[in-house]
């Protein structure tokens, strides 16, 4: 899947998403932001400029972002990732609400949007997470120039004694059952089993 089409579902199918900043005291703090644009340049939000979370992102530069769509647990998708954010001022601010009408609900006057700023997420990293599939498919990805950090586990086939261990405890079935076994990251659920009983410690974790 392409970066720019996870970014699409994020914007438009998920749209209202758990945003997390830092404080001036070093703790977490959330709220939900809806997603107002998306193309190849990043994702695109606005917020006011008398708002508590409006602060947080100018002084620190930096989001992480967390969207879910799905009837239930077993039929979900879920989207994170984490970025640097710009503020492009009024920039693009009329084509967020002519794509987003319900703003003008909210803001119904030209003089009560002088309040409103649009901020770019222009760089980041995540993972698309899809429980909906069987067995369950998840894809790391970047834009904007950022490193794209692998997590999971990898198996050193060189310490490996094929046990096979790690093939009875994989809830996902998701390492190859011959020699040399190999995790299937993208089907991985990252619970550690085979990392935990590996008695030779060949399973690395990444990231």
Known sequence: MTVDHILK???QEIHSTVFATVDDDGLPQT???DLMLADENGL???TAKGK???ER???RGVVAVSGLKGRDTLSSVAISLRGEVKSIGRERL???FEKNPYMSELYPTQESRGALEVFQIYRAEGEYFDLGQRPVYRQAFSYGGM???EAGYRIDEERCIDCRNCLSMCPARCIAGEPPHRIDGSRCLHCGNCFRICPVH???KLG
Do not use: D, N, S, W
């Open 52 to 54: 508590r979370f409006y």
């Open 147 to 149: 490193e794209r950090r």
């Open 94 to 96: 009329q084509e967020i």
């Open 9 to 11: 579902i994020l914007q």
């Open 57 to 59: 992102v100018m002084k």
């Open 202 to 204: 060949a399973v690395e």
């Open 44 to 46: 695109y939000f606005l």
């Open 31 to 33: 709220c939900v932001i």
